[in-house]
């Protein structure tokens, strides 16, 4: 049974970081990443990591925050750095096996002073 499980969300000031953490198994992932969805929109793309090292960013984080994967690849974490308000949403891990998209139960990210 494939599981990812996400930790790590919660309040994060203004300018401030938080670090999110996606365990995962069950599968090998081709490729994991972060989703991040706000009240009555549509899952939107933060950041993927391929296995080959390859990351994507969405433009609004670019230079903030930072995706990453342990080795042997079954964590991965978002560093999330220079928090604006806008960054409040709830953020899904995913994961692709080449077949099937995977997701996470949603962690909530808030930033507030």
């Known amino acids: 049974q494939v599981q990812l499980v996400e930790s790590g969300g919660g309040l994060g000031q203004p300018g401030g970081s938080l670090r999110l953490s996606c365990a995962a198994s069950?599968?090998?992932?081709?490729?994991m990443g972060w989703f991040r969805q706000y009240p009555g929109k549509q899952r939107e793309l933060v950041a993927t990591?391929?296995?080959?090292?390859?990351?994507n960013y969405a433009d609004s984080v670019k230079g903030r925050f930072t995706i990453a994967t342990n080795n042997p690849r079954n964590t991965v974490y978002l560093q999330m750095n220079l928090l604006k308000s806008e960054d409040t949403a709830i953020y899904y891990c995913w994961g692709w096996d080449a077949k099937t998209n995977h997701w996470g139960q949603g962690t909530q990210v808030t930033v507030s002073s």
């Open positions: 990591i391929a296995n080959d090292g390859l990351t």
């Open positions: 069950g599968s090998s992932f081709v490729r």
